[in-house]
Each structure stands twice: as structure tokens, then as C-alpha cells.
């Protein structure tokens, strides 16, 4: 692949991002902003957005004087004209437009970073359930990698398309994992995933549901958010998930209730999950149950869990902020891995 | 006016609410359930709703139990068949419903309580200004009266239809007017109301504005805000109100800034709020400044003021529920007062 | 038993409560000042504390001309004076001060509605445990009655000593025991019951970790809150329950999954709640997952369930208000059911 | 002065940080762990703080990983083994501590940055009245230069003692200092400056005033705020401040109403504005209200105005970050200009 490189420092990626004007979008620029090794070339956003012609600012004015690109539409037209440019794009988009656009990007020798479900699950079967489309691209669904930065690394290095995990599963999975891949958990039992989120979740969008008179604290999507199946496909393990939404803007706590194997002993949980992470510096192993006020605006991960060896249960808990580790600093922690560069490149000083 | 009676007790004012599905709307059906004097007949929304048909405790989840009345559809089959049987009707509607309906409740016998602005500015010439339509129904305006429950109580005693005041100005008016009507502030001087609302001040709806993750603390329509001409036509002197929205639900808070004549001493001004207020049972004249949280969900205004005598500057702050002291209580004090009945009747033990 | 009956209106109660200076406390004060049977003859708070003498509504500025008593200081010289003249006490109390009290109480002839938890756990040897002293009335903790209104209705009509169960246990169990009584839930698995409070339910105090600044969702006292023994010991089965703290001041949410024996149908699942609740007006079997926003300032419990066929696994979901039916307004409820009056009497229209 | 350098680069600064405990101390300390020019030395608490011996990050989880210095007391013993070692010295203390101590950092050649109101006030005099305390060194007072970045430089770029000004003042005095330097304001008219903070403005304590259950909007030290006499001296104007906390985290408003002069026109209240701050990168002219949300979390002000030219009234409204802009990333601005570095150097991608 040859890129017209106009820069003199050969190694700063040209990007774009589609979907520029919600949260996973806004954090991405803002965090590309301040990325040496990334230059942000467009901001689109969809073909009918009103959004179109506004400068990014404008929309999100935190970010005045950090990024004041205008907003473009995506178009095929569009997509002709710059995309073979790129080095890489993000999508910050529905679901099915990643589906339907990202092989696109791939034959033009564009490495994607999905944040959409587009290409999470696996089993194509699953996105007409889960998802309400039949997937349009079921050859790029089995060669995306799942980009669980803590967990993928070897796959994503080598990854032109990452499927950026869920919020929910990114600090669902990030509990589970050193449990499971140590199998620890006993086979067949019930391993319940209380998942709290704030309102971003729900995207930047006018509606009744999200107005804030409205907003308490409640559950929602129970036994059937797409989370569930995203969540199961990466422990390998089946899992009651059960969201909740609560009255704060960003962060999400994961509670994770497990029964291990007769026998398990607490150094060996505590082992799995320091063996796990000791040297992942964007995940604290922390001395207390974690909370929502230390990640808000942080790409790290806490985690703290505590084992009841009269009932072999263990529960954990993991914070993160939903709309960076569980969506934009993620992405660029793959970002970063498939082009060589340390994971946490750039996210510990990030842009306001 | 003869009403077909069919309750036993004649005393009981048949009563509907025309606007049943906003915040204003919901706490009168609230109240009114607690309103052993008021029977709740029919809960109206507007023509093409989509609230239409629903029961009212489906759109506001906290009073079911309490009223599960059905949502009908206003329009003038609706008016024909059943206006005339009413003793009261309560409008939380659009400015220009009101002014295009007051005339034809009133002519069928029906007392008007009408939350909206559309009586509350006497001169017709402001609508086009202040709330961009023209008044249809000028004959009406010029024989509304002004629902300021504390100070208009024996205009209200007398009243058809009755201009319920705006939240700004209830908080504004109940600061200023002790001082006004006393002559105590230097004329021409800067008056300075600076308002601050919680958020259910902007209505119930869908909007990118109210989204949960958009709201923060500001300033909005400063010198423009139609409130502006309803404080100084009431209080007869011209003020600077800057309104803010904050985020919290419930609540809101006018602190006004006056220039007070030379002489004019601290006793003096104490004087005119106690001798204003001493037996009013919804104002209380608290001894530290009021806040949101002593008022919200309740009836009452608390007043708090400080006099500095080296710079004969006042300032006073006034807290209430902007949704109820603010819009839906003071209907129902207006309604009792026009009833015959104390100012606060059933406020003080309100449904849930 | 007799008293010294001063009203003319003899079935009216003399009630005094311990411990008026805390949010239960407060409420408690609110809900008896709008109740027809009660009247508050004392507001009582510790014996050193900083609120003697100052007035209840100097206190919660909220019930400013409500209830504007002055609190007095607990002593042995106040029990004497005036206890045996009550016909009711409610302790809004720490633990201890309940065990070290109630019998005396008993004694004067005046029923104990204990919000503490001084009396809710049977077995003695736990309040070491999870309570930090040793129990000081063991005599009247096996008299106590388990105050869970709409299970216990017959055992709180006549007993003298009533432990009104604690706010996440309330929730938990309303939802719980329609399935446990059943026997649908397979015995030994693993129950978990997600806790989420507001933060009133961490008291009226002065404490870092209530800072508004510092408060942020969090995991607490997991596998080790004294909550745990109490539900599992009114639902007869043992559960893993883990509390979370959010940024928000009232409500409670309590989210349960368990696993269902084979062959329990939905049907099965519907008509334990159905039938266990269908005649209590307090509890509101609602369409969708219950909502903080709509039992917060009410005496409600809002539940919801769904039930998974394939895995046999259900979850139930049921929000309250903490200070309310978690405390307060449960133990009203109580009062009356001891007092041969409604459940909900008085409740539905309460004090603002 | 000669400075022990044991960097190979030279100009790097050694730093301490007196107070690191607080809000103000810790934005300090996520600045300076983020500021290439700077190396954090010592993190400092007072004498007898139950921090001592803490790592920083126990107590602000967020910072974990970030920055694990432990925090030391404050002691004369201390002062005399580090403080000659220094190249500057931030001050987030009692007021008291810095009017004590900042002459002796100096003597031994360290540069001061006072984040606290210990040198704003010129008038020895006011210090009992406002701050309670006989200010203990005139002579430091004297010289001491107060740090609004925007309008001090160069006397900043000179100053070894910087009075960082307090957060009220800040977003005040950028408000106000277009108007009055041009002379556009009415003299002896009424200035109306109406504060709204979020609650670390009160600061990281325990008390029952800042409990998360107790905070609510409201007025407070109305017209006996410190910060009156602070932004009148420095505005040359005589201001009515009108305080007040409302229920937020983080972020200050500052909403000014001016009475101009006759003849004064719309042109020349821009021209005062966009001349004062077209070349200062952290103040953004924006072009509708600003809102807390944009500056929340970044060295930002935010800043409109609205002219009624029929009143010759003008509001202006101003946002800041009350920690930061109205803190410690102004007190950075005044590091880095007496350093020779760019006014808003490090500031645009802070540590998290």
C-alpha cells in the first residue's frame, strides 16, 4: 500500500472519523487532537445530518479552539475522493453503516477502527436478533478482530479491521477474563453481570427518555441487551446481564457475582487478576471497590473484587469511563497497538 | 349559571385540565386528587397528541394509583359536549390556545385558570413581541386578572378568568413588591432580577437542550426574556432579569439587586416584608437565604433579604417550586381564593 | 392499659419520636403531622447532641411552619416524665440505643416502632458480627415482630414491638418472596440481589465520603453488609447481595436474579406476584423496569420482572423510596396496622 | 541564585506543592505531572494533617498511577532541609499560611504562587474584616502582584510573589476590565455581579453544609463575600456580589449587569472585548451564553455579552472552571509567564 504522504514526519497517520457529532465521536477528536502520531484530515458525519457544514466546535463546545473542523457529509462521492488517502478510519456510526461501508475502506488500504456493534458478534445469526439487520458483509465479520486492547494485543497489531468493544462488555470482560481463561468459575452456573451506565450511553440525541426531568435510576433491556451475547461470545461463559441507567453523565460500573470450583483459594483469584494485569498501566488493580468519580475522564479501568471462601463466590467490580475505555480511548489503545506504538500512546495527557 | 349537579354535595367544583401531559399539567392532577372540594372530570391534551388515548399514569409513572384517568383529545366536538358542565377549567396549554379558548369557556359558564402567558400582559401590543403571535381575543385580556395569590386576593375572590403568573415572576414579584408598593427604591435606578430555574422549567419534551449529558449551567434570553415586561408591569418599575437555567430538576431562585432611596432604613425595609407577608401561610420569611431544597416539592416561598446601609443597596432572594408556587399551586390557591375558600386549602398535604 | 386521655378525640395516638433530627427521623415527622390518628406530642434526639434545643424546622428547613416543635435530649429524667403518657414511640435511632430501650417503653405501656436495626436479626449472635455490639434485650428481640407490611399484616396488627425492616432488605424481599413462598427457586444456587441506594441512605452526617464533591457511583460492603443476614433470613434462603452507592439523594433500587426450578412456567412466575400483591395498594406491579423517579417522595414499591424460559432464570426489580417505604413510611404503615387502620392510611396524601 | 541542578536540562523548574490535599492541590499536581518544564518535587500538607504519610493518590484516586508521591507535613524542619532547593513553591493553604510563610520562600530564592487570598487584598486592612486574621507581613503584601493572567503579564513575567486570583474574581474581572478600562461604564452606578459556583468551591471537607443530601441552590455571604473587596479593587469599581452554590461538581458563572454611558454604542462594548481578548488563547468570545458544561475540566473562559441600547444597560456572562481557570490552571498561567513560556504552555492537554 502507498500513501501520498504529504507530511514530513512519514510516520503521522492521516484519519478520519465518521460520526463525528455524538460522544464516541467528540472524544475521538478531541483525543486525536492531541495524538502526535495522528492527524485528523476529516470529520464526516451522515449523509442527512443536520450537523452538516457546522464546525465540529460548534457542536461541541468544549472543544472551541482544540478542533474547529467543519463538519462534512459522507457520500459515496465523498468516499471516492478522500478515502484512498487515509491511513486509517474511525467509525463512530450505526451499526449497519460499518456493516455496509468498512470493506470499502479496507479494499482502499484504510485500516478501520469500528466503535459500532457492526462487527462485535461473531455468529452473523446473531445481528437480526440483537441488532434488527440481517449483517450485509459476513466475509469481513470473520476476519475483524475483537479489540479488547488488555487482552487482544497480538491480533490487533496485526488487524486492518478492530471491532471496538461495548462499553458494557469492555468492563464486563475486563472482570471475567482472568477468571475464566484460569477456569476458575464453575461450569454451568449462574454468573450474573449487574451493569450501571450514566447517560451518555444513551447517545447525544433529542428524546423524551433521555430529557433530564425525566432521567432516574432504572433498569432496562433485561435478558435482552446486546451487551449479553458480546459479553458471552469473549468469557466463553453464558451470562444473565442486567443494565441499569442512573442519573449521572459519564461512567459505568460493572458488578460481576461468580461461583468458582470447590478448591479455588483467594490467592489463586488474586493471582489471576494480577497475573492479568500487572502490566496493563491502563488498568488499576485498586485497594478498594472502585468508583465512577476516579475513571470519568480517564481511559484507565479499576477493578477490586472480593472472595467469599465460606460460599466460593467471588464478586468483582470494574469502573471505567463509557465513552473512552468503553468506546474512544479504547479505540485508540487499537489504534495505537496496530501501528506499533504502545497502548496507552498519548491517553495519559489527553486534550481538555 | 346553573349546573347540572349529579354529586351530593354541592359544593364540589367539577374541573377539568386541559394540558394534562407537561410538568404544570401532571402536578394539578396531583393536587387536584389531594382537593376535597374539586372533582377532576375530564384530563385533556391537545388535538393531535400522541398522549391521546393513554392513561395520564402512563406518561407520569409517580401518580399511578393516584389518577388513572384517560388522556382525551381536545377539540370542539370535545368543548360542545362537555364544557358546559364544568365549574372550573385549568389551562396548561400553548400561550395562544388560551387566548383563542378563555372566551368560549367563560361563556359557557366556566371559570378559567390559565397557567400559560396568554393573559398575563395587558398590553396586547407585547404578544407579538414577547410570545410571536398576535392576541386573538383582546376583550378577554383586558378582563384577566393577574393570579398573584398573595397580592391580588380579592381581585382573584371575584375573577373569571385568571392569569396564572409565570415561575420568573412569581419569585421576582413577591421579592420586589413589598418594596415597590412602599415606594422604598430610587426611581430610574438599575434593577437587577437574576433568575435561576431548574430544568423541568423547560417543559417536557424531546430536545437535544433538556438531554441529560447537554444540560449545564447558563444564562439564556438575558434582555429578552418574556418574563422580563410580566415582572415590571407587575411590580411597575423597570428591571434587567437575566435567567439561568441549572442543573437540578426541581426549584427556582430570583435574587434581586435594588437601589434604595437615601434614608430609606433597615427597619424600613424589614417592616415591608413582614407586614406584606405576617399572614401569608405560604410565604415564609426564612433567617438565612433560601434554598431550593427547603422548597422544592412544596407550596411555599421562602423570602430572605439583606439591607446594606453604608451603600443603600437591598438584596433579596426568593426560592420556590417553579412548577408548583411557580405554576400549578398557586392555580389551585387562585381556584380556592375564587372559591371561597383559604389561599393554601389541601396545599399543605399534597398527593404524593 | 390505660392513659391519661387529654383529647376529646380519644383514638387519637400521643406518638413521640426518638431521633427527629435525621432524614427518617424527619420524615417520620412529616408523615404523622398529616396523620388524622397521630399526634406528636415529642421530638426527642440524643442526649449530647448539637440539635438539642434548636427547633425541628431549624433542622429541615423543609417543614418550616409543618411542624416547627423543639427537639429535647433523651435522658433517663424524660423517660420518666413522660413516656408512660405515649401511646406509641418510634426510634429513628443508632442500633444499640433501640436494644437498650425498648423494653422499658414496652414497659410503660406504649408500643415500639424501631426503624433501627436493633431488632431485626433473630439470631442474637449476629449483631456482633455485622452490628459491632452484643445484644443488650435478648427477651425482646425474640418478641420482636418483623415489620415487612404486606407479608406481615397479622403479626404487627397485634404486636408491641415492631422491627421495621431496613430499606435495601424492603426492596429485596417484596421482591423475593413471592418466588421463595412458591418454592420456584432451585434450592442452593445462587440468588444475587443487586443493591443501589441514593445517598440519604448513608444518613445525615458530616463525612467525606458524603462530600457532594466526592460522592460517585460505587460498590460498598459487599459479602459483608448487614443487609445480607436480614434478607436472607425473611426470604429463608441464602443470598449474595452487593450495595452500590449513586449520585442521586432518594431512592432504592434492588435488582434480583435468581435460577428457577425446571419446569416453572411464566405463568407460575406472573401469578406469585399477581396474587401476592394484587390487594396491596402500596405495592404497584408495573409494565416496565420500575423507576427511581417514580417512587421517590412516595410511599410506593414499584416492581417488575421477566423471566428468561430457556435458562430458567428470572429477574425481578423493585424500587422504593429509601427514607419512605425503606423506612419511614413502612413504619407508618406498621403503626397502623397496629392501630386497626388501613395499611396505606393517611399515606397516599402525605405532608410535603 | 544559584540552584543546585541535578537535570541535565536546566531550564526544567523544581516544584512543591503546599496544600496537596484539596481540589485546588490536586489539579496542581495533575497539571505539573503534565507540564515538561516542571518537576514535582515534594507534595506538601500541613502540619498536623491526618494525609501525612499518604500517598497522593489515596487520597485522589483518580491521579493513580498518575502521580504516587507520598505527602509529607509541612514543618520548619522541612522548610529548612527543602525549600532552598526550589525554583517555585504553589500555595493551595489557609490564607494565613501563605501571609506567614511566602517571604520565606522568597529569602531563599523561590518563586511563590499563592492560590489562596493570603496577598489579593492591596488594603492590609481588610484582611481582619474578610479573612478574619491581621495580615502578618505588609511588606510581602506590598510587592506582591496579583496573577490575572489575561491583564498582568508583564508584571507577572516579573514577579517572584503572584497572588493567583480567586475563583469568583476571576470570571468577574475578565467580565468587567473591558468595560471599565475603557471608561464605558455610568460612575457611582449600581454594578450588579451575580456568582454561581459549583460546590468545590466549598471546598474538600467534612461537613454537614457540603453533604451530598443537604446541597441545594442558594444565595450566601451576600454583600460580606472576600471576594466583593477583591474584584472591586481590582476593577476599580465599586460591586454588589451576589453569591451563590448550586448542586454541581465543577464550574463558576459570573453574570455581570453594567450601566453604560450615554452614547456608548453597540460597537464599542465588542470592540472593548474583542480587543482585550482576540490574542489570548484561554479566553474563547463565544457566540451564545456559555455554559459550565464547555469549560468544565479545561483552562478555559468563556465569555458573551448583550447590549440593550435603549437602556444602555449590558450583561455579560462569563464561565470558568472554578478549579482550574479560577485555581490552579491559572496559577500554571502565571508559572509559565514568569517562567518565559507561552501564558496557556502544557495547559491545552492535561493529565486527566
Given at each position: 500500500?502507498?500513501?501520498?504522504?504529504?507530511?514530513?514526519?512519514?510516520?503521522?497517520?492521516?484519519?478520519?472519523?465518521?460520526?463525528?457529532?455524538?460522544?464516541?465521536?467528540?472524544?475521538?477528536?478531541?483525543?486525536?487532537?492531541?495524538?502526535?502520531?495522528?492527524?485528523?484530515?476529516?470529520?464526516?458525519?451522515?449523509?442527512?445530518?443536520?450537523?452538516?457544514?457546522?464546525?465540529?466546535?460548534?457542536?461541541?463546545?468544549?472543544?472551541?479552539?482544540?478542533?474547529?473542523?467543519?463538519?462534512?457529509?459522507?457520500?459515496?462521492?465523498?468516499?471516492?475522493?478522500?478515502?484512498?488517502?487515509?491511513?486509517?478510519?474511525?467509525?463512530?456510526?450505526?451499526?449497519?453503516?460499518?456493516?455496509?461501508?468498512?470493506?470499502?475502506?479496507?479494499?482502499?488500504?484504510?485500516?478501520?477502527?469500528?466503535?459500532?456493534?457492526?462487527?462485535?458478534?461473531?455468529?452473523?445469526?446473531?445481528?437480526?436478533?440483537?441488532?434488527?439487520?440481517?449483517?450485509?458483509?459476513?466475509?469481513?465479520?470473520?476476519?475483524?478482530?475483537?479489540?479488547?486492547?488488555?487482552?487482544?494485543?497480538?491480533?490487533?497489531?496485526?488487524?486492518?479491521?478492530?471491532?471496538?468493544?461495548?462499553?458494557?462488555?469492555?468492563?464486563?470482560?475486563?472482570?471475567?477474563?482472568?477468571?475464566?481463561?484460569?477456569?476458575?468459575?464453575?461450569?454451568?452456573?449462574?454468573?450474573?453481570?449487574?451493569?450501571?451506565?450514566?447517560?451518555?450511553?444513551?447517545?447525544?440525541?433529542?428524546?423524551?427518555?433521555?430529557?433530564?426531568?425525566?432521567?432516574?435510576?432504572?433498569?432496562?433491556?433485561?435478558?435482552?441487551?446486546?451487551?449479553?451475547?458480546?459479553?458471552?461470545?469473549?468469557?466463553?461463559?453464558?451470562?444473565?446481564?442486567?443494565?441499569?441507567?442512573?442519573?449521572?453523565?459519564?461512567?459505568?460500573?460493572?458488578?460481576?457475582?461468580?461461583?468458582?470450583?470447590?478448591?479455588?483459594?483467594?490467592?489463586?483469584?488474586?493471582?489471576?487478576?494480577?497475573?492479568?494485569?500487572?502490566?496493563?498501566?491502563?488498568?488499576?488493580?485498586?485497594?478498594?471497590?472502585?468508583?465512577?468519580?476516579?475513571?470519568?475522564?480517564?481511559?484507565?479501568?479499576?477493578?477490586?473484587?472480593?472472595?467469599?471462601?465460606?460460599?466460593?463466590?467471588?464478586?468483582v467490580s470494574c469502573a471505567i469511563d463509557n465513552v473512552l475505555k468503553g468506546a474512544s480511548s479504547q479505540a485508540i489503545q487499537c489504534f495505537n497497538i496496530a501501528s506499533g506504538l504502545p497502548s496507552e500512546y498519548?491517553?495519559?495527557?489527553?486534550?481538555?
Amino acid at each position: 500500500m502507498t500513501k501520498a504522504i504529504s507530511d514530513s514526519n512519514n510516520s503521522i497517520q492521516k484519519v478520519a472519523i465518521i460520526g463525528a457529532s455524538g460522544y464516541a465521536g467528540a472524544e475521538l477528536v478531541g483525543l486525536l487532537s492531541n495524538h502526535s502520531q495522528a492527524h485528523i484530515c476529516h470529520l464526516v458525519v451522515s449523509e442527512n445530518s443536520s450537523s452538516e457544514g457546522k464546525l465540529f466546535s460548534d457542536l461541541h463546545g468544549r472543544f472551541k479552539s482544540i478542533c474547529d473542523l467543519p463538519l462534512v457529509a459522507f457520500s459515496s462521492a465523498w468516499f471516492d475522493e478522500y478515502a484512498a488517502d487515509l491511513d486509517a478510519v474511525f467509525f463512530a456510526t450505526p451499526h449497519d453503516f460499518s456493516a455496509d461501508w468498512a470493506q470499502a475502506f479496507l479494499d482502499a488500504g484504510v485500516k478501520v477502527f469500528d466503535l459500532s456493534g457492526g462487527f462485535r458478534l461473531k455468529d452473523a445469526s446473531d445481528y437480526p436478533k440483537y441488532y434488527g439487520f440481517e449483517h450485509a458483509d459476513k466475509n469481513a465479520l470473520a476476519k475483524a478482530i475483537y479489540g479488547l486492547a488488555e487482552w487482544q494485543h497480538d491480533d490487533i497489531a496485526n488487524a486492518n479491521l478492530v471491532a471496538v468493544p461495548g462499553c458494557y462488555p469492555t468492563a464486563s470482560l475486563l472482570s471475567l477474563k482472568p477468571l475464566t481463561v484460569n477456569n476458575l468459575v464453575v461450569e454451568n452456573s449462574l454468573v450474573v453481570v449487574n451493569g450501571i451506565s450514566g447517560v451518555t450511553g444513551a447517545g447525544r440525541n433529542a428524546s423524551l427518555a433521555t430529557n433530564f426531568n425525566e432521567v432516574s435510576l432504572k433498569a432496562y433491556n433485561v435478558l435482552q441487551h446486546r451487551h449479553q451475547p458480546e459479553i458471552s461470545q469473549e468469557a466463553d461463559i453464558a451470562v444473565i446481564f442486567n443494565p441499569h441507567i442512573a442519573p449521572y453523565k459519564r461512567g459505568l460500573l460493572a458488578t460481576v457475582t461468580l461461583q468458582l470450583n470447590a478448591g479455588v483459594t483467594s490467592a489463586q483469584v488474586d493471582d489471576a487478576f494480577i497475573s492479568a494485569y500487572s502490566d496493563k498501566p491502563l488498568v488499576r488493580l485498586v485497594s478498594s471497590w472502585p468508583e465512577i468519580g476516579n475513571v470519568a475522564n480517564t481511559p484507565f479501568a479499576d477493578i477490586h473484587w472480593k472472595f467469599d471462601e465460606d460460599k466460593q463466590v467471588v464478586v468483582v467490580s470494574c469502573a471505567i469511563d463509557n465513552v473512552l475505555k468503553g468506546a474512544s480511548s479504547q479505540a485508540i489503545q487499537c489504534f495505537n497497538i496496530a501501528s506499533g506504538l504502545p497502548s496507552e500512546y498519548s491517553l495519559l495527557n489527553k486534550a481538555v
